[in-house]
């Protein structure tokens, strides 16, 4: 069964403190990983795509990267701003019908001042 | 560019009621998408639209859940009757990929349902 299990559940950061969140996958043939963002009240925002293993993806304060099992999402020197639920998801090469994406349960991130 | 649109915003039910969603999505966007969020949890598909045809409906409790695109454009979501455990937020989606390939998804800000 694919599947998507993210760590931690929560984490809290202070500002300018850099981390990484995980994102570790089973699937049986990787298409694409996605990560998006989620602000409290939202709907997901997008962030990246990768496609396969050691593809790196950046963007402001974010960085994500990929291997066979995991992803990464890298966080530099956060931000207030950074505060949200930070969502993985899979598509694999298993869903014969569609694109549908299958979600991890994500990691709150909140970075204090 | 508008986004996808999403209406009602919160909507409270008692158990055994019915309700229903309507989405509207980016315009050109041939893909449509629910996803059943809850609470602390990650979203989950419930049917994928691909312009008026179905995808995927795999996951949609058909005893209960409906869904259908009229002129391949807007979607309504409905239940009937509703559990205490539909209790989610029911988040729409479009995207330009066509089905079968991978695509950006744009997500409405939701529908959240409360089932007393």
């Known amino acids: 069964e694919d599947q998507v299990t993210q760590s931690p559940e929560a984490l809290r950061l202070q500002e300018g403190e850099s981390s990484s969140l995980n994102c570790s996958y089973t699937?049986?043939?990787?298409?694409?990983l996605f990560w998006y963002r989620q602000d409290p009240g939202k709907g997901p925002e997008f962030l990246f795509t990768?496609?396969?293993a050691g593809e790196e993806k950046e963007k402001e304060r974010l960085k994500a990267t990929l291997t066979k099992k995991e992803s990464f999402l890298h966080i530099t020197a956060p931000k207030p701003e950074d505060s949200a639920t930070y969502l993985c998801?899979?598509?694999?090469?298993?869903?014969?019908?569609?694109?549908?994406?299958?979600f991890g349960k994500g990691t709150t991130l909140s970075v204090s001042s | 560019e508008a986004g996808v649109a999403q209406s009602p915003r919160y909507k409270i039910i008692e158990k055994r009621q019915s309700v229903a969603f309507w989405c509207n999505p980016i315009?050109?966007?041939?893909?449509l998408y629910w996803y059943q969020q809850i609470l602390g949890q990650g979203p989950k598909l419930l049917i994928q639209?691909?312009?008026?045809?179905?995808?995927?409906d795999s996951q949609l409790p058909k005893d209960r859940f409906s869904a259908e695109r009229l002129k391949g454009v807007d979607s309504t979501l409905k239940i009937q009757p509703a559990k205490l455990e539909d209790s989610a937020v029911y988040l729409c989606?479009?995207?330009?990929?066509?089905?079968?390939?991978?695509?950006?998804?744009?997500f409405g800000e939701g529908s959240r349902l409360t089932v007393l």
């Open positions: 998801a899979v598509q694999a090469n298993s869903n014969q019908a569609g694109t549908a994406l299958i």
């Open positions: 989606a479009s995207s330009s990929g066509a089905s079968g390939t991978t695509g950006e998804l744009f």
């Open positions: 699937v049986s043939g990787l298409r694409g």
């Open positions: 639209f691909q312009n008026n045809g179905v995808v995927d």
């Open positions: 315009s050109g966007h041939a893909t």
């Open positions: 990768l496609y396969s």
